[in-house]
């Protein structure tokens, strides 16, 4: 997922990968059930007229078009999106047609920090903040699932980097 393994360098290990947390496929799925339920009631209580297979075509059409744009494409880029902690790097992944990839080497890698509403204690997720001596600077990755297990691991890895062994 995200990185292959054909992509890592000699001697570095794969720590964890994941994609954003789930949360970010609730909105989506609320969509998903709402026009597929708007769609149908408009079909079954839709009254018989002259061109009633054309309207029942355009609820149709529409339904598959407001599927694609609200639910499709946010589960397609959710899928896409992939983070991928190694034992010499942090690459985050994004893109469906597209793809990016930027890379934080440990090395680079000054700050830390981890933020969390209460809802998202609740569901065990967070953002983290990733400050480094690169061009971006600073990265705010939101929605990271186990946020306190992905911290401890980016320290492990950050340590181990600075000690010089893997």
Known sequence: ???PDHH???GELRIRAFHPHWKRLIVPFLALVLIIAGSGAALYFMPVFEYIFYARVAVAVLAVGLLTVW?????LQWKNTSYVLTSH??????????KSTDDIPMSKVNTVSAEQTLAERILGCGTLNVESAGEQGHITLRDIPQIQDVRAELFRALDDAVDGEP
Request: no cysteine; proline share 5%.
């Open 1 to 3: 997922m995200g990185l």
């Open 8 to 10: 890592l360098t000699e």
């Open 71 to 75: 639910s499709f494409v946010p589960y």
């Open 89 to 98: 790097r942090f690459t985050i992944s994004t893109g469906v047609l597209n």
